[in-house]
Protein backbone atom coordinates (compact mmCIF):
# COMPACT_ATOMS: atom_id res chain seq x y z
CA UNK A 1 0.00 0.00 0.00
CA UNK A 2 1.55 3.12 -1.10
CA UNK A 3 2.12 5.87 1.92
CA UNK A 4 -0.21 9.02 2.45
CA UNK A 5 2.76 10.98 0.79
CA UNK A 6 2.29 9.39 -2.55
CA UNK A 7 -1.47 9.79 -1.97
CA UNK A 8 -1.92 13.19 -1.34
CA UNK A 9 -0.84 15.64 -4.27
CA UNK A 10 1.47 18.46 -3.56
CA UNK A 11 -0.29 20.99 -4.68
CA UNK A 12 -1.55 22.33 -1.57
CA UNK A 13 -2.09 25.50 -3.01
CA UNK A 14 -4.69 24.57 -5.06
CA UNK A 15 -6.43 23.53 -1.96
CA UNK A 16 -6.47 27.61 -0.65
CA UNK A 17 -8.47 28.66 -3.74
CA UNK A 18 -11.41 31.09 -2.90
CA UNK A 19 -14.98 29.73 -2.32
CA UNK A 20 -16.22 32.06 -4.26
CA UNK A 21 -14.98 30.35 -7.35
CA UNK A 22 -16.77 27.38 -6.85
CA UNK A 23 -20.08 29.50 -5.62
CA UNK A 24 -22.28 27.31 -7.81
CA UNK A 25 -21.76 23.50 -7.55
CA UNK A 26 -19.17 21.78 -9.25
CA UNK A 27 -20.67 19.85 -12.10
CA UNK A 28 -18.75 16.52 -10.38
CA UNK A 29 -20.47 17.08 -7.16
CA UNK A 30 -23.99 16.57 -9.10
CA UNK A 31 -23.15 12.97 -8.63
CA UNK A 32 -22.03 13.31 -5.36
CA UNK A 33 -25.35 14.56 -3.95
CA UNK A 34 -27.47 11.46 -4.70
CA UNK A 35 -25.92 10.05 -1.34
CA UNK A 36 -24.42 13.29 0.10
CA UNK A 37 -27.02 15.47 -0.54
CA UNK A 38 -25.62 18.97 -2.49
CA UNK A 39 -24.70 20.91 0.95
CA UNK A 40 -23.23 17.21 1.83
CA UNK A 41 -25.09 16.72 5.09
CA UNK A 42 -26.48 13.00 4.47
CA UNK A 43 -29.81 12.03 5.69
CA UNK A 44 -28.48 8.19 5.49
CA UNK A 45 -26.54 6.87 9.00
CA UNK A 46 -24.63 4.43 6.68
CA UNK A 47 -23.26 7.78 4.36
CA UNK A 48 -21.16 10.18 5.73
CA UNK A 49 -21.59 13.57 6.33
CA UNK A 50 -18.77 15.31 3.89
CA UNK A 51 -19.50 19.19 4.23
CA UNK A 52 -17.23 21.11 6.21
CA UNK A 53 -14.39 18.94 6.63
CA UNK A 54 -10.88 20.11 5.32
CA UNK A 55 -10.53 20.15 1.79
CA UNK A 56 -7.08 18.65 1.98
CA UNK A 57 -8.97 15.72 3.99
CA UNK A 58 -11.70 15.52 1.62
CA UNK A 59 -9.34 15.44 -1.90
CA UNK A 60 -7.10 12.62 0.06
CA UNK A 61 -9.83 10.17 0.29
CA UNK A 62 -10.81 11.14 -3.45
CA UNK A 63 -6.89 9.54 -4.01
CA UNK A 64 -7.65 6.93 -1.80
CA UNK A 65 -11.09 5.61 -3.64
CA UNK A 66 -8.86 6.05 -7.07
CA UNK A 67 -6.18 3.52 -5.57
CA UNK A 68 -8.94 1.22 -4.40
CA UNK A 69 -7.63 1.55 -1.38
CA UNK A 70 -10.88 2.25 0.90
CA UNK A 71 -14.02 -0.05 0.14
CA UNK A 72 -15.99 1.14 -3.00
CA UNK A 73 -19.51 0.97 -2.05
CA UNK A 74 -20.39 -0.81 -5.37
CA UNK A 75 -23.89 -1.53 -3.50
CA UNK A 76 -24.52 1.72 -2.82
CA UNK A 77 -24.07 2.80 -6.71
CA UNK A 78 -26.39 -0.20 -7.65
CA UNK A 79 -29.44 1.18 -6.14
CA UNK A 80 -32.00 2.85 -8.45
CA UNK A 81 -31.25 6.44 -7.41
CA UNK A 82 -27.60 6.10 -8.46
CA UNK A 83 -27.50 4.27 -12.01
CA UNK A 84 -25.46 5.69 -14.57
CA UNK A 85 -23.18 7.83 -12.27
CA UNK A 86 -20.47 4.74 -11.85
CA UNK A 87 -19.93 1.26 -10.67
CA UNK A 88 -18.62 2.51 -7.48
CA UNK A 89 -16.68 5.22 -5.72
CA UNK A 90 -13.47 4.02 -7.22
CA UNK A 91 -14.77 4.11 -10.41
CA UNK A 92 -16.20 7.57 -10.21
CA UNK A 93 -12.81 8.68 -8.58
CA UNK A 94 -11.05 7.19 -11.61
CA UNK A 95 -13.00 9.16 -14.06
CA UNK A 96 -12.56 12.62 -12.53
CA UNK A 97 -9.61 14.45 -13.07
CA UNK A 98 -7.07 15.94 -10.06
CA UNK A 99 -8.96 19.59 -10.62
CA UNK A 100 -12.34 17.98 -10.08
CA UNK A 101 -10.84 16.52 -7.36
CA UNK A 102 -9.91 19.94 -6.05
CA UNK A 103 -13.40 21.36 -6.90
CA UNK A 104 -15.26 18.61 -5.34
CA UNK A 105 -12.85 19.35 -2.02
CA UNK A 106 -13.11 23.34 -1.90
CA UNK A 107 -16.59 22.45 -2.40
CA UNK A 108 -17.47 20.55 0.12
CA UNK A 109 -15.64 22.03 2.44
CA UNK A 110 -17.18 25.35 2.02
CA UNK A 111 -20.21 24.00 3.25
CA UNK A 112 -20.56 24.16 6.97
CA UNK A 113 -21.08 20.88 8.77
CA UNK A 114 -24.28 19.99 10.87
CA UNK A 115 -24.31 17.37 13.33
CA UNK A 116 -27.10 14.03 12.68
CA UNK A 117 -29.64 13.83 14.44
CA UNK A 118 -29.46 10.75 16.47
CA UNK A 119 -29.82 9.52 20.05
CA UNK A 120 -26.87 8.77 22.41
CA UNK A 121 -26.11 6.35 25.00
CA UNK A 122 -24.30 7.77 27.37
CA UNK A 123 -22.98 4.84 28.99
CA UNK A 124 -21.50 3.74 25.95
CA UNK A 125 -20.44 7.77 25.35
CA UNK A 126 -18.77 7.17 28.47
CA UNK A 127 -16.61 4.34 27.74
CA UNK A 128 -15.69 5.76 24.28
CA UNK A 129 -14.60 8.99 25.94
CA UNK A 130 -11.70 7.02 27.66
CA UNK A 131 -10.83 4.94 24.69
CA UNK A 132 -10.43 8.47 22.35
CA UNK A 133 -8.45 10.03 25.19
CA UNK A 134 -6.39 6.83 25.32
CA UNK A 135 -5.97 6.19 21.58
CA UNK A 136 -7.07 8.73 18.92
CA UNK A 137 -7.15 12.36 20.90
CA UNK A 138 -3.62 12.53 19.56
CA UNK A 139 -4.91 12.84 16.11
CA UNK A 140 -8.50 13.53 16.13
CA UNK A 141 -8.46 16.56 18.77
CA UNK A 142 -11.03 18.52 20.48
CA UNK A 143 -13.41 14.73 20.73
CA UNK A 144 -13.00 14.54 17.05
CA UNK A 145 -13.93 17.91 15.77
CA UNK A 146 -11.13 20.28 15.21
CA UNK A 147 -11.27 20.58 11.09
CA UNK A 148 -7.74 21.80 11.14
CA UNK A 149 -6.65 18.38 12.37
CA UNK A 150 -7.51 17.24 8.52
CA UNK A 151 -8.64 14.42 9.79
CA UNK A 152 -12.38 14.45 9.18
CA UNK A 153 -14.76 15.18 11.32
CA UNK A 154 -16.06 12.08 13.86
CA UNK A 155 -17.96 14.21 16.40
CA UNK A 156 -21.35 14.71 15.26
CA UNK A 157 -20.62 12.16 12.15
CA UNK A 158 -23.92 9.13 11.65
CA UNK A 159 -22.69 6.46 14.20
CA UNK A 160 -23.93 3.47 11.32
CA UNK A 161 -20.83 5.12 9.00
CA UNK A 162 -18.22 5.44 12.08
CA UNK A 163 -19.33 1.46 13.21
CA UNK A 164 -18.57 0.51 9.72
CA UNK A 165 -15.49 2.83 9.52
CA UNK A 166 -14.10 1.51 12.38
CA UNK A 167 -14.78 -2.19 11.11
CA UNK A 168 -12.78 -1.81 8.19
CA UNK A 169 -10.30 0.04 9.65
CA UNK A 170 -10.03 -3.27 12.03
CA UNK A 171 -9.81 -5.91 9.47
CA UNK A 172 -7.57 -4.24 7.00
CA UNK A 173 -10.36 -3.61 4.82
CA UNK A 174 -9.51 0.11 4.33
CA UNK A 175 -6.17 2.22 3.89
CA UNK A 176 -5.10 4.01 7.09
CA UNK A 177 -1.98 5.61 8.67
CA UNK A 178 0.63 3.37 9.71
CA UNK A 179 0.16 4.88 13.39
CA UNK A 180 -3.71 4.22 13.56
CA UNK A 181 -3.30 0.29 12.65
CA UNK A 182 -2.45 -1.26 16.47
CA UNK A 183 -5.36 1.24 18.04
CA UNK A 184 -8.04 0.21 15.46
CA UNK A 185 -6.68 -3.75 15.35
CA UNK A 186 -7.10 -3.66 19.37
CA UNK A 187 -10.76 -2.82 19.38
CA UNK A 188 -13.13 -4.84 20.04
CA UNK A 189 -16.92 -4.58 18.68
CA UNK A 190 -17.97 -3.16 21.95
CA UNK A 191 -15.24 -0.94 21.65
CA UNK A 192 -16.17 0.88 18.10
CA UNK A 193 -20.14 0.79 19.19
CA UNK A 194 -18.45 3.20 22.33
CA UNK A 195 -16.81 4.89 19.90
CA UNK A 196 -19.90 5.82 18.06
CA UNK A 197 -21.63 6.71 20.70
CA UNK A 198 -18.96 8.82 22.14
CA UNK A 199 -18.56 10.95 18.57
CA UNK A 200 -22.29 11.19 18.44
CA UNK A 201 -22.29 12.77 21.95
CA UNK A 202 -19.27 14.82 20.99
CA UNK A 203 -21.82 16.57 18.11
CA UNK A 204 -24.36 17.62 20.72
CA UNK A 205 -21.81 20.00 22.62
Same mark, same amino acid.
Given at each position: ??? +???? =??? +????????? /?? #?????????????? @?????????????? =??????????? *?? #?????? %???????????? %? @??????? @????????????? +?? &???????????????????????????? @???????????? /???? &??? %?? =???? *????? &? =?? +???????????????? *?? $??? $??????? *?????????????
Amino acid at each position: MRS +TTSL =IPA +TLAALAVSA /GV #FAGVPSAAEDCASC @HNKNGISDDEDVPI =IAGASAFFLEN *QM #FIFKEG %ARPCGTEEFAEE %A @HKGIAES @HCDLAKQLTEKEF +TE &LATYFADQPFESADQKVDEDLASMGAQI @HQQSCEKCHSDG /GSLV &LDD %AG =ILAG *QWKGY &L =IS +TLQDYKNGDRWQPEKM *QP $ATT $ALSEKDI *QALAEYYAREGKK
